[in-house]
Antibody, heavy 118, light 110 residues
């Protein structure tokens, strides 16, 4: 079964850091580019970061540029998001999403909840 | 304010057809040829239902169809069913290697 499972979310104070993980199974992870997409409570979806299959091509949304770092370990079928200098507005469910056909996100994880609050 | 504008809500009765629009209000969405649509049921992860404007992934019902005219993409759901009640999001891949989502549309099946 193709699936992705996120972990690492939790409650963190403003200015703090958190590292999210996403473990993939059921497909050849190293063959796919990956993304992180988040959804604030009661709000819509927001793409935040992309990483190419080899790990060297990276793009990020302006809202997280310079604070969040995407990375991957193909040997461990894992995707990561290092989140620094967290703000209240970063509170959201964070999903990993596979880059599928023609730049669409074809497989999604269930998400991990990040709450930034003092 | 998203560069892709969707109606906040639409509704329809079982068996009817509904259309959700997605209008590009900014050039930040690129050439608008790589539009995808996602269905998100309450408490669930989003699910890809249309990619590249009008293509359906394997396993997606042919009741779902996509189209585009000018700067507006549309998702049509025909033969509406109770299980179609969900939030729907359009998304466009922009030329600068970023993705933009619409604000989402809540579909209510009456």
């Amino acid at each position: 079964e193709v699936q992705m499972v996120e972990s690492g979310g939790g409650l963190v104070q403003p200015g703090g850091s958190l590292r999210l993980s996403c473990v993939a199974s059921g497909f050849t992870f190293r063959g796919y580019s990956m993304n992180w997409v988040r959804q604030a409570p009661g709000k819509g979806l927001e793409w935040i970061s992309y990483i190419g299959s080899g790990g060297t091509t990276i793009y990020s949304a302006d809202s997280v540029k310079g604070r969040f770092i995407i990375s991957r370990d193909n040997a461990k079928n894992s995707l990561y998001l290092q989140m620094n200098s967290l703000r209240a507005e970063d509170t959201a469910v964070y999903h990993c999403a596979r880059d599928g056909p023609r730049r669409a996100f074809d497989i999604w994880g269930q998400g991990t909840v990040v709450t930034v609050s003092s | 304010q998203s560069a892709l504008t969707q109606p906040a809500s639409v509704s329809g009765s079982p068996g009817q057809s509904i259309t959700i629009s997605c209008t590009a209000t900014s050039s930040d969405v690129g050439n608008f040829n790589l539009v995808s649509w996602y269905q998100q049921c309450p408490g669930k992860a989003p699910k890809l239902i249309i990619y590249e404007v009008n293509k359906r992934p394997s396993g997606i019902s042919n009741r779902f169809s996509g189209s585009k005219s000018g700067n507006t993409a549309s998702l049509t759901i025909s033969g509406l069913q109770a299980e179609d009640e969900a939030d729907y999001y359009c998304c466009s891949y922009a030329d600068v290697s970023t993705w933009v989502f619409g604000g989402g549309t809540k579909l209510t099946v009456l």
